[in-house]
Each structure stands twice: as structure tokens, then as C-alpha cells.
T-cell receptor
Framework: DAGVTQSPTHLIKTRGQQVTLRCSPK?????VSWYQQALGQGPQFIFQ???????QRGNFPDRFSGHQFPNYSSELNVNALLLGDSALYLC???????????FGPGTRLTVT | RKEVEQDPGPFNVPEGATVAFNCTYS??????FFWYRQDCRKEPKLLMS???SGNEDGRFTAQLNRASQYISLLIRDSKLSDSATYLC???????????FGGGTRVLVKP
């Protein structure tokens, strides 16, 4: 039973560029949430998807957008990258009716 | 004030000792509570859910005090492998959105 997978593992981008991160949820899970974790801090909620729609959103600008596909996988897009976007981006999946979320290994994004 | 607050530590713990630490949350409507463990440069992993009556999982005991809005985690007979950052996590009634504390770092030493 595969857990949550994310790609790529690491990514280096320059300011102003755009990036797309990918996530496949754990088998049997239909809800995907994205989090940003800066160094030394706890993860911060970006948004959540189920039924291919954004259902909840945290305090992040519109530069952060996402998508969920019919197979429940998801993408996180960040436009006009800033140095402050450098962080570990975590994807978590859960069943709609459950509260426990399981995290993928994350994508470490460095913006130079 | 942060929604979920934790003492960042580190808590330096001799191997075999007991360590306990708390976290406080500000939203009285919070409904679900968890402890996650995070190793350096790894993803958070669910350690245990926290139930109103308190619950135990092996050497780990979690307590919830709704009146005072805090959650605690106690680790007995600490192992070197318990060294990690422990994240207190709250799920508000508004939806399945997790709010994390900043984490408490625990270092177990021989």
C-alpha cells in the first residue's frame, strides 16, 4: 500500500519563475491538503482539495494555486516566486470523513 | 497570539527518563487534536490522536484539557530514537484544516 508520494524531491528556482509541485494521495484517500513549512517553524496550511475543487484556503496570496485531478492526485502551482517562498512543501491526504492526515516526504524548494 | 503555541525546547532528557510537555490552543471550537513527530528534514508523522478521556499508546500518553485549552504529551522510558520535534496539531470545527504549533524539540541523551 503506497503512501503519499510527492515530486520532485528538491527544486531550485530563481525569483520571478513559476513552479509546479505534484502529489499522489495514499490509496483510498480522496482529500489532499498542501502545507508550507519554513525552516524552524511548523507547517502552515495553504489549501485543501476534494472533488476536484478548492474547499478551504489558508492565508496565502493568489500566487499560490492548485488543482486536483479525477484520480485524486494534486498539483500546487506558485507564480512569481519570491525568496520567501523557499520552504518545504508538504502534501497530506485523508479520507473525506476522517480527520487524520498523512504526509508525503515533501518537496524542498529553494528560490535564489 | 498564535493559534497553537508550544515551548520550542530543546528538552534534554536522559535515556530512560520521563519527559512531558504541553501545548495551548486558542480556538475553543477546536474538535480534533493530534501529536505528530517530525525528524530532521523529514515529513511529520502521526504519533497519536488525542481523545477527551486521555489515551495511551505504549510509552506515550496524551491528555486533553478543554477547560484550560491545552494538550499534553508524556513520554516514559525515553529512548534515543525518541529524539525528534513533536508537533501539536489542532483541527478546527470549520473543516479538515490542521493548525500546527511550532514544535517542541526533544533530545534524548545516553
Amino acid at each position: 500500500d503506497a503512501g503519499v508520494t510527492q515530486s520532485p524531491t528538491h527544486l531550485i528556482k530563481t525569483r520571478g519563475q513559476q513552479v509546479t509541485l505534484r502529489c499522489s494521495p495514499k490509496s483510498g484517500h480522496d482529500t489532499v491538503s498542501w502545507y508550507q513549512q519554513a525552516l524552524g517553524q511548523g507547517p502552515q496550511f495553504i489549501f485543501q482539495y476534494y472533488e476536484e475543487e478548492e474547499r478551504q484556503r489558508g492565508n496565502f496570496p493568489d500566487r499560490f494555486s492548485g488543482h486536483q485531478f479525477p484520480n485524486y492526485s494534486s498539483e500546487l502551482n506558485v507564480n512569481a516566486l519570491l525568496l520567501g517562498d523557499s520552504a518545504l512543501y508538504l502534501c497530506a491526504s485523508s479520507p473525506r470523513t476522517g480527520y487524520e492526515q498523512y504526509f508525503g516526504p515533501g518537496t524542498r524548494l529553494t528560490v535564489t | 497570539r498564535k493559534e497553537v503555541e508550544q515551548d520550542p525546547g530543546p528538552f534534554n532528557v536522559p535515556e530512560g527518563a520521563t519527559v512531558a510537555f504541553n501545548c495551548t490552543y486558542s480556538n475553543s471550537a477546536s474538535q480534533s487534536f493530534f501529536w505528530y513527530r517530525q525528524d530532521c528534514r523529514k515529513e511529520p508523522k502521526l504519533l497519536m490522536s488525542v481523545y477527551s478521556s486521555g489515551n495511551e499508546d505504549g510509552r506515550f500518553t496524551a491528555q486533553l484539557n478543554r477547560a484550560s485549552q491545552y494538550i499534553s504529551l508524556l513520554i516514559r522510558d525515553s529512548k534515543l530514537s525518541d529524539s525528534a520535534t513533536y508537533l501539536c496539531v489542532v483541527n478546527h470545527s470549520a473543516g479538515n484544516k490542521l493548525t500546527f504549533g511550532g514544535g517542541t524539540r526533544v533530545l534524548v541523551k545516553p
